[in-house]
Nanobody
Framework: VQLVESGGGLVQPGGSLRLSCEAS????????MSWYRQAPGKERELVARILNVSGSKQYADFVKGRFTISRDDAKNTVYLQMNNLQPEDTAMYYC????????WGQGTQVTVSS
């Protein structure tokens, strides 16, 4: 199993980024996929989750209305569109696949600063 994130970077407050997580080594469409983040000195926290089959989406309160999670099962990829980014969104963002064994990506850094 591999999860490879991309799309992070430095952005000014109010800006946008689109993160991608390309998955391989498992039947992607059969799994719920999630994005987590971890800021320095803080615990890793759930940002958003998208269920398989139904495509139902769940968001942390701190990103509702600003972030959108989506998936393309044909491309084995899950996305996180992040709008109106704020300095408190600065963190390493991780892709996560739960299951009998959990898998994490290596992370992509998002820095929001003027």
């Amino acid at each position: 199993v591999q999860l490879v994130e991309s799309g992070g970077g430095l952005v000014q407050p109010g800006g946008s980024l689109r993160l991608s997580c390309e998955a391989s080594g498992f039947h992607f469409s059969a799994y719920t996929m999630s994005w987590y983040r971890q800021a320095p000195g803080k615990e890793r926290e759930l940002v958003a989750r998208i269920l398989n089959v139904s495509g139902s989406k769940q968001y942390a309160d701190f990103v509702k209305g600003r972030f959108t999670i989506s998936r393309d099962d044909a491309k084995n990829t899950v996305y996180l569109q992040m709008n109106n980014l704020q300095p408190e969104d600065t963190a390493m963002y991780y892709c996560f696949r739960p299951g009998r064994r959990d898998f994490w990506g290596q992370g992509t850094q998002v820095t929001v600063s003027s």
